[in-house]
């Protein structure tokens, strides 16, 4: 089966941890993206990246860094210096930096 | 700096009527999309709306873009307690050459028997 996943799907941090959240996809798309969705509200870009080795900042990038050494492959490490990270966070891919966004299941991230 | 906006955010409706929710947004753009959203879990697409005057339907639901007036509609017909979702409106910019989404806020259906 293609598709999306993300792992895990429930995540506790403690405050001052580095957590990381992996997406994997199989759908041999070149664009990956990472998304937040706090309650209530839509999705805000964080990261993306068109190709392997390459990623650029979205809208809300502090506190959060990535990684894109395979193509499969696009992990999100919430630092201890995103203030405010508990939200909902989803994985997306497209067959190129043009194209449709598919949405992996999402990670919820609680910080206790 | 391209917004959008949808309306209502909520809406309680019941079961057999037809209802409009709105999606406007502020620049230009090539892309419109909705996406259905259920309670703790992933986007769901339903529709890409691709150039002016653009219609889609799917049972129940039809979406209609108006570049023109920057504005998109979803439209229910004879609701039933299924479609009760989060729908997400969201118009693509590209921005140092890719594609990068910006989503509504989210209207909130709930249909009641």
């Known amino acids: 089966d293609g598709g999306i996943t993300q792992s895990p799907k429930y995540l506790f941090r403690k405050e001052g941890q580095n957590v990381t959240l992996s997406c994997e996809q199989n759908l041999n798309h070149d664009a990956m993206y990472w998304y937040r969705q706090d309650p209530g509200q839509g999705l805000r870009l964080i990261y993306y990246?068109?190709?392997?080795?390459?990623?650029q900042k979205g809208d809300i990038a502090e506190g959060y860094s990535v990684s894109r050494e395979k193509k499969e492959s696009f992990p999100l490490t919430v630092t201890s210096a995103q203030k405010n990270p508990t939200a909902f966070y989803l994985c997306?891919?497209?067959?190129?930096?043009?194209?449709?966004?598919?949405f992996g299941p999402g990670t919820r991230l609680t910080v206790l | 700096e391209l917004k959008v906006e949808q309306n209502p955010l909520f809406l309680s409706m019941q079961e057999g009527k037809n209802y409009t929710i709105y999606c406007n947004y502020s620049?230009?753009?090539?892309?419109l999309y909705w996406y259905r959203q259920d309670p703790g879990k992933s986007l769901e697409s339903l529709f890409v709306?691709?150039?002016?005057?653009a219609v889609k339907q799917e049972g129940r639901l039809m979406a209609s873009l108006d570049t023109k007036a920057r504005l998109s509609t979803l439209h229910i017909t004879a609701a039933v307690h299924d479609l009760s979702a989060t729908y997400f409106c969201?118009?693509?910019?590209?921005?140092?050459?890719?594609?990068?989404?910006?989503f509504g806020q989210g209207t909130r259906l709930t249909i009641n028997p």
């Open positions: 620049t230009t753009s090539d892309r």
């Open positions: 969201a118009v693509d910019r590209i921005i140092q050459g890719a594609q990068k989404l910006v």
């Open positions: 709306l691709l150039s002016n005057g």
């Open positions: 990246s068109q190709i392997v080795n390459d990623f």
């Open positions: 997306a891919s497209s067959i190129d930096r043009f194209n449709e966004q598919f």
